[in-house]
Every structure is written in C-alpha cells, then in structure tokens.
C-alpha cells in the first residue's frame, strides 16, 4: 500500500479528479473529488487579474505605488512620466520633483494619509521637468499595505493644457468685467457731461457776447463737447 502504487486520473476539463489505489484480495478502491467550483473560482480570479492587468498597463493616467517616499511599482504611462521629469531609476524620492513652492505640502499630506489621517484624495501640484519646465497634474492617492507595509496607491495627471486654458478663460473674464466696468462709467460720465453742456447752453442764450465771461463759458461748451 504505497504511495507508488496509487494511480491517478482527471476529466479532460479538470472538473473531477480521482485516485484508484489497490485493496486487499487483489481488490481497487477509488476516490472522487470534485473541484469543478474550484476551478470556476480560480477562473473567475485568472479574468478578473487579466482585466485590472490591462486596465494598469494600458492606463493613460500615471499609477504607481510610493512607498519611503520612493516609486516601487508603476504602469508604463508612470514610467513614461518619470523619464520625461528626468528620473532615471526608482532610488530618487519622488518629491525632489514636485515644485519647490508646493513641495512641502505635498510631503505634508502624503505623511498625513500614511498615518491614517483623512484627507481629499484629489489636489494639485507643480512638477519640474528634467528641463526645468513647470508642469501642472492632478494627484489621487489612497492608503495601501505593499509587500507588509504602509503605501499610497496613486494616480497623477498631466493637466497643464488644462490649466493653460482655464488661466486664458480667467483672463478673458477680468477683461470682460473690467470692459463692463469701463462701459458703465463712460455711461455714468457721459450723463454728467450732457447735464454740464445743458446747463453751459442756456448760459450762453442768457448772454451776451460782449459779457467779460462769454468766452470763458464757450471754452468750458467745448471742452464738454
């Protein structure tokens, strides 16, 4: 009875997997298990893996995991980013990236989200480029445990196109409040002079030429004018 002499069988699908195994008096026993929802689980688990596969890698958004302030894993859109900022491998800390005004806060809320704490998950910050350009993204994170550890999940996106056309947009309203401004005080100005000449008019009827202010009311009709 040992285990060499064990034989063992399965049905083409893997569903039933059995083990004939030899008896006393020349007899053979038989074992059955079934592990057809063992392998609808593993399945299920095998597409679900192959979908957040492809979603990760084909992603146009930046994701990837920091862990001691360094990068540990990223899609290939993060690691594309990262060669444009100008790191060249994962032994940088992140942060030396960020832009200098907006660095500490940064450092600030990843630290506070490590220990827990809660904070919006999406914000904005600057980034320097290997070429000293400034670049805008919006940042999510999410508190994660990588290989035992604390970690933040985090998705990051170029939005400096973004920003370029909302300050554009911005500029456009102040010159439009300030166009709306300006119209209502012509207006506002305009009703003043009017009421001036009116008044300076009737002066002028009521006078005579040869009055010592003549002259003097007709420069003040035409400088209204």
């Given at each position: 009875?040992s ?5 063992r ?9 059995s083990r004939?195994?030899?008896l006393r ?12 929802e ?5 399945s299920?688990?095998?597409e ?5 596969r ?11 995991i ?13 690691n594309?980013?990262g ?6 491998n ?8 960020i ?20 904070l ?9 480029t290997?070429?000293?350009?400034e ?26 196109e973004?920003?370029?056309l909302?300050?554009q947009?911005?500029?456009v309203?102040?010159m439009?409040?300030i ?13 003043l ?6 008044s300076v ?16 009311i007709k ?7």
């Amino acid at each position: 009875e040992s285990e060499d002499l064990f034989y063992r069988a399965e049905r083409i699908d893997g569903s039933l997997k059995s083990r004939v195994f030899p008896l006393r008096n020349n007899r053979l026993g038989v074992a059955f298990e079934n592990v057809s929802e063992r392998i609808k689980a593993q399945s299920a688990l095998h597409e679900s893996e192959e979908k957040y596969r492809l979603l990760f890698e084909n992603a146009s958004d930046s994701i990837f995991i920091i862990q001691n302030n360094k990068v540990k894993f990223a899609n290939p859109k993060a690691n594309e980013f990262g060669k444009f900022l100008g790191i060249e491998n994962g032994e940088q800390s992140i942060f030396d990236y960020i832009h200098p005004e907006d660095r500490k806060t940064a450092i600030e809320r990843h630290q506070k989200r490590l220990q827990g704490n809660y904070l919006p998950q999406t914000y904005s910050f600057r980034l320097w480029t290997k070429d000293k350009k400034e670049i805008w993204a919006d940042f999510n994170a999410v508190l994660i445990e990588w290989e035992g550890k604390p970690a933040t999940l985090n998705f990051l996106r170029d939005v400096t196109e973004k920003k370029k056309l909302e300050t554009q947009v911005q500029k456009v309203q102040r010159m439009e409040a300030i166009g709306t401004l300006a119209g209502g005080i012509a207006h506002n100005f305009n009703n003043l002079l009017m009421g001036i000449q009116s008044s300076v008019s009737v002066m002028l009827l009521e006078m005579q030429k040869n009055d010592p202010n003549y002259d003097k009311i007709k420069s003040i009709e035409r400088c209204v004018k």
